[in-house]
């Protein structure tokens, strides 16, 4: 059963429209893209062999989901309290126009976008919950909006504590390349908490 969670969420940089909770076996069959897919279906099977829980970002194997890997990212919550980028695919450098690895969600997003940023990410970990967004990006170098589409996965830390997540952004349109986002429109947005 699909639960309306809120509607019309606004930062001033980042909107969420619409977002729903749906259970987590209809993951797999809601996800659009393969390689978005290939990548949750892989995290999937790792969370039964974890018997049900989030698994470790350790056992994540890129040779499962090859046509992924140029969209894939994973943050990490410090003790610091911050979220930072540990790796980044190449399409993803290519639309930052630099690679944000090591980087902290401040050191890359504009103020504006920051605070939604890191709540998806801490909700993510915090519900735990994968997270499938159909979103538009604005970017400083194109006026028109970037559709793209996201999943994000909850993982855990050697010690099991849910400390990563493990994402794939897909950008539809090369332009804005070089200057990342400046704000966000996410037009569904769904959630799957984890049993």
Not at 6 to 26: C, E, H, W
Not at 123 to 136: I, K, M, N, T
Request: proline content about 8%; charged content about 20%.
């Amino acid at each position: 059963m699909s639960q309306a969670l809120y509607k019309s969420v606004s930062s001033g940089a980042m909107t969420i429209a619409n977002s729903t909770q749906r259970p987590l076996d209809a993951l797999l069959g809601d996800i659009a893209l393969p390689s978005h897919r290939l990548m949750a279906q892989h995290w999937f099977e790792l969370y039964v062999a974890a018997g049900n829980r989030a698994p470790c970002y350790r056992a994540l194997d890129p040779l499962r989901f090859p046509s992924a890997l140029a969209d894939i990212w994973i943050v990490e919550w410090r003790d610091d309290g911050r979220l930072y980028f540990q790796l980044v695919g190449q399409n993803l450098v290519d639309w930052y126009g630099y690679s944000p690895k090591g980087k902290s969600m401040e050191e890359v997003y504009p103020p504006a976008m920051v605070p939604l940023i890191n709540a998806l990410s801490f909700e993510v970990l915090g519900r735990p919950a994968v997270c499938y967004q159909r979103a538009h990006s604005l970017t400083s170098n194109w006026s028109e909006p970037i559709p793209m589409e996201r999943v994000a996965l909850p993982m855990t830390d050697e010690a099991g504590r849910l400390r990563w997540v493990a994402g794939i952004t897909t950008l539809f349109d090369s332009h804005g390349h070089g200057s990342g986002p400046v704000s966000s429109r996410i037009a569904e947005e769904f959630w799957y908490p984890l049993a």
